[in-house]
C-alpha cells in the first residue's frame, strides 16, 4: 500500500510544482466551466493526497497551508516522513471517510484504490485542462515527467 500511494502522491505533487511554475500566477484563476480553479483543483489534490495516505498509515489527517507553494511543500515533506511500516495491514484496515454528503466505509485497499487515487487524480486533471485551456504550454510531459516529444512534434487526428 505504501508503494501504491505515497511514492505516487509525491512524484506527482512534484508535477504540480512544476506546472504552476510554467503557469504563473495569473493563470491559476482559469477554470473549466463551473469547476474549481486550476489553484484549488491543485490545492485539493494536495489534501487528497495527505487525506489516503494518512488513515493508511494510521496517522491523523494534519491540515495544511492555503497558499498553494507551501501546501504543496508541506504536504510532499510529510508524505515524505511516512514509512513503509506504517502500511503494514492497512488493505485492510477498515477506512471510515466522507465524499461530499456521502459517509462511507471501505478496506484500505478500495479507499485507495476505488476512491484515493481516482480523486487524487481528477483533481490533477482538472487544474491541467483548465491550464491548457487558457494556452499555457503544457504537454504530457509536464504532467507525467515521463514522456518526451521533440518540440516540433504534432499530433495529427
Not at 504563473?24 to 477554470?31: C, Y
Not at 507551501?70 to 471517510?97: C, Q, S, T, W, Y
Given at each position: 500500500?505504501?508503494?501504491?500511494?505515497?511514492?505516487?502522491?509525491?512524484?506527482?505533487?512534484?508535477?504540480?510544482?512544476?506546472?504552476?511554475?510554467?503557469?504563473?500566477?495569473?493563470?491559476?484563476?482559469?477554470?473549466?466551466?463551473?469547476?474549481?480553479?486550476?489553484?484549488?483543483?491543485?490545492?485539493?489534490?494536495?489534501?487528497?493526497?495527505?487525506?489516503?495516505?494518512?488513515?493508511?498509515?494510521?496517522?491523523?489527517?494534519p491540515d495544511l497551508p492555503q497558499a498553494l507553494g507551501?501546501?504543496?511543500?508541506?504536504?510532499?515533506?510529510?508524505?515524505?516522513?511516512?514509512?513503509?511500516?506504517?502500511?503494514?495491514?492497512?488493505?485492510?484496515?477498515?477506512?471510515?471517510?466522507?465524499?461530499?454528503?456521502?459517509?462511507?466505509?471501505?478496506?484500505?485497499?478500495?479507499?485507495?484504490?476505488?476512491?484515493?487515487?481516482?480523486?487524487?487524480?481528477?483533481?490533477?486533471?482538472?487544474?491541467?485542462?483548465?491550464?491548457?485551456?487558457?494556452?499555457?504550454?503544457?504537454?504530457?510531459?509536464d504532467f507525467d515527467g515521463f514522456h518526451s516529444y521533440?518540440?516540433?512534434?504534432?499530433?495529427?487526428?
Amino acid at each position: 500500500m505504501y508503494q501504491a500511494s505515497v511514492p505516487v502522491f509525491r512524484h506527482y505533487l512534484s508535477r504540480i510544482a512544476d506546472m504552476v511554475a510554467v503557469a504563473g500566477p495569473d493563470a491559476l484563476d482559469a477554470r473549466l466551466a463551473d469547476a474549481f480553479p486550476a489553484r484549488r483543483q491543485f490545492g485539493v489534490a494536495a489534501g487528497y493526497a495527505l487525506r489516503i495516505a494518512c488513515p493508511l498509515a494510521g496517522r491523523e489527517v494534519p491540515d495544511l497551508p492555503q497558499a498553494l507553494g507551501p501546501r504543496l511543500a508541506v504536504a510532499r515533506a510529510l508524505l515524505g516522513a511516512m514509512k513503509p511500516a506504517e502500511f503494514e495491514g492497512a488493505e485492510e484496515r477498515i477506512i471510515r471517510h466522507r465524499a461530499g454528503f456521502a459517509e462511507i466505509e471501505q478496506t484500505g485497499a478500495e479507499f485507495l484504490f476505488l476512491y484515493g487515487l481516482p480523486n487524487f487524480f481528477f483533481h490533477i486533471t482538472m487544474g491541467y485542462a483548465a491550464l491548457r485551456a487558457v494556452g499555457v504550454p503544457l504537454g504530457k510531459a509536464d504532467f507525467d515527467g515521463f514522456h518526451s516529444y521533440p518540440a516540433d512534434f504534432r499530433f495529427e487526428d
